[in-house]
């Protein structure tokens, strides 16, 4: 874990990546999972932070255009297994947004690439970002990557992502996302924001 610097509410969006009924199923303790990132998403709330969801799902369109040379993605275009059209693939109801949170529905794997989340970011003035979800190896991973590379300060809870792989969790968290991220617990977080 890296130093935690201070952070501006203001200018500070905490992202719920991911966490919908399809994925969260491969969480041994979901609800236990699900109950500390609420917790946080209070604590952030109740400072004045912006909330954002992050879903995956494929239109009818969406499925039309993935290439078959995209591994991952071919294969849930073939099968309808992210199809938006299913209810696993919406936000899990334990953690449902409030009105006016950000939610965008993303085609690949990465936040940014198929969302207008850097707008909606960009148009509430943020520029730090706090990263929760699952899989520390998707979503998690390329969306650090591609946030450094756009400039935001990025913060990783390294106990509030989740990978099946627990040395590639391990491994992401201890030593690659402090390259390019502040990694914290929940616990630390809270705190911070109190």
Known sequence: MNDFRPLNPATTALLLMDLQPSIVAMHPDSDAFLAALARVREAARAAGLTIGYVRVALTEEDAARVSPNNLSFF??????????????????????????????????????????????????????????????????????????????????????????????????????????????TMDEFVTALA
Do not use: C, Y
Request: aromatic letters at 4%; charged letters at 30%.
């Open 75 to 184: 294969s849930a275009a073939e099968t309808g297994r992210l199809s938006d059209a299913d209810p696993a693939t919406q936000v899990d109801p334990r953690i449902r947004p409030a009105d006016g949170e950000i939610v965008v529905r993303k085609s690949r794997v990465g936040a940014f690439s198929t969302t207008d989340l850097r707008e909606q970011l960009a148009a509430r003035g943020i520029d730090t970002i706090v990263l929760t979800g699952i899989a520390t190896s998707g979503v998690v991973l390329s969306t650090v990557r591609d946030a450094a590379d756009r400039d935001f300060r990025v913060i990783v809870l390294s106990d509030g992502v989740f990978d099946r792989d627990p040395e590639v969790h391990r491994v992401l968290t201890e030593k690659l996302f402090p390259r390019q991220a502040e990694v914290v």
